[in-house]
């Protein structure tokens, strides 16, 4: 397993992987958050709810743009936004399932923890599957849960400790650089890390599943 997690975390933090989606995930991810992370709930309750969907739907392009070139293994994504209606299509679905989703995740987690846990788990897919297939909440939950049977767990646990090392050196800055130069750095690496590496876990499993259904 640690081979695995070593290898995911090298993977993610590759020059192939920064060429192909640094751009997009700076101006999609990295400077949405950025900003609403120094906008106050106090200071202007319109404008923090603005940069919060502004935020969130960033967030979404930049993950639906990320699982599908992985799907494609495709590097060179210069002409990404020639078809803006099926990008729109793709990103809303992710959204959308992610978001209902999400709820149930929280149902669970306030419910002892674990149930959530195991939602977890099991909709692990559900991003994959949305951009894929474009399938409704319901099917989509179905499927994911299917393929989460597969290997479920180990994966889930692949992805928890890729990201918790790779976590590491940069948390221990907080200890040794100001409350600006970490935050800057915190906001820039731990979204990175946390949309890559499971997409990177996940994603040959997925492809392998969906092979054999054909």
């Known amino acids: 397993m640690f081979n695995f997690c070593a290898n ?3 993977q993610s933090l590759s020059i192939k992987l920064i060429r192909a989606f640094g751009f997009y995930y700076l101006f999609f991810e990295f400077l949405p958050a ?26 979404v392009i930049y993950e639906t743009i990320f699982i599908e070139n992985m799907r494609l293994e495709n590097y060179f994504i210069g002409s990404l936004l020639r078809d803006k209606k099926k990008r729109i299509k793709k990103t809303w679905i992710i959204f959308r399932n992610n978001f ?8 669970g987690l306030i419910l002892f923890i674990y149930p959530g846990v195991v939602l977890i788990k099991r909709y692990q897919y559900v991003s994959l599957i949305s951009e894929d297939l474009l399938l409704g909440p ?17 994966l889930f646990n ?10 590491l050196p940069v948390a221990f800055l907080n200890l040794i650089t100001s409350d600006l130069v970490y935050n800057i750095i915190s906001a820039l690496y ?3 890390i946390r949309y890559n590496t499971r997409v990177l876990v996940l994603m040959p499993i997925y492809k392998e599943y969906m092979k054999k259904g054909e």
């Open 158 to 167: 692949i992805w928890f400790l890729s990201s918790l090392v790779a976590s």
């Open 138 to 154: 319901i099917k989509t939950f179905k499927l994911s849960r299917k393929i989460s049977e597969e290997k479920g767990w180990h």
């Open 8 to 10: 995911i975390i090298w």
């Open 190 to 192: 731990f979204p990175w």
């Open 34 to 59: 950025f900003i609403f992370q120094f906008q106050s709930l106090k200071s202007n309750f319109f404008i923090w709810i603005i940069l919060f969907l502004f935020s969130s739907v960033g967030s």
């Open 100 to 107: 209902i989703a999400n709820i149930f995740i929280f149902l």
